[in-house]
């Protein structure tokens, strides 16, 4: 699912897709290894802004996990697992700084959006992946060989 490079929020502090896929973190038990296919539940969405680009974060719960019946949306995460949401956008916030590039930011006022609000993310990003793999709109930077 792509991010559109040319649709833009408010709610994101007007910042674009950056044309990559949707990224899902799976706050499971269980340790996955990069690239895994899981069946997931998704549950909150963060809006990270990496350089001036939207880059969408799903925090999600694999349907195997055996507290995954235990949560279902965004304060579900907060009783189960807590801290986890803050530990998430805070990684994501810092994780270039090692290599001298500022924080990431993050829109929607800075905290994870609920369980509907991802699900409306999922649904517009792959409405766009759909666009551009029937190439009724450009691919841009995208290759889709």
Known sequence: MAQCPSLVS???EGAFGDNDPVDVVEIGESRRKIG???KVKPLAALAMIDEGE?????VAI???DPRASLVND???????????LTAVRDWFR?????????????GLGNKAANKDYALKVITETNESWAKLVKRSIPAGELSLV
């Open 10 to 12: 408010s709610e994101v």
């Open 74 to 84: 965004i304060d579900d995460v907060e009783k189960h697992f807590p801290g986890t």
């Open 54 to 58: 939207l880059d969408w974060k799903i």
């Open 62 to 64: 694999s349907l195997d």
């Open 36 to 38: 895994d296919i899981l």
């Open 94 to 106: 810092d994780y270039k700084i090692p290599d001298g590039k500022p924080a990431n930011k993050f």
